[in-house]
């Protein structure tokens, strides 16, 4: 039997079917917010995502003092103003070094 002889069974389209498409670059895991640029209060989670690292260490940098936090209402949430304040001391630290 030739190639062109072979059938394959297809899955039968609807031909007004909703078809909705997302380039690859919009596709984003589950787990994965959208970073807000003017946010105010950030969570630790978008902390960790601005500085490339986990959120455990987020935490420890909390519990240390060395970040500072808000309370609003039950949420604790870091202030955009004490990130930049945080990268600006370990710029001038490692200058020092």
Do not use: W
Not at 14 to 20: G, K, S, W
Not at 30 to 46: D, G, Q
Not at 67 to 83: F, H, Q, W, Y
Request: aromatic share 4%; with cysteine.
């Amino acid at each position: 039997m030739a190639q062109s002889e072979l059938f394959f069974d297809e899955p039968r389209v609807r031909e007004n079917a909703d078809v909705r498409l997302r380039s690859v670059t919009s596709v984003r895991a589950s787990h994965e917010r959208p970073i807000r640029t003017r946010a105010l209060l950030l969570t630790v989670r978008e902390v960790a995502e601005r500085l490339g690292c986990g959120r455990t260490f987020v935490y420890e940098l909390i519990s240390s003092g060395d970040l500072e936090t808000v309370k609003l209402g039950r949420l604790r949430r870091v202030p955009v103003a004490a990130l930049d304040a945080l990268v600006e001391r370990l710029r001038v630290d490692a200058r020092a070094d």
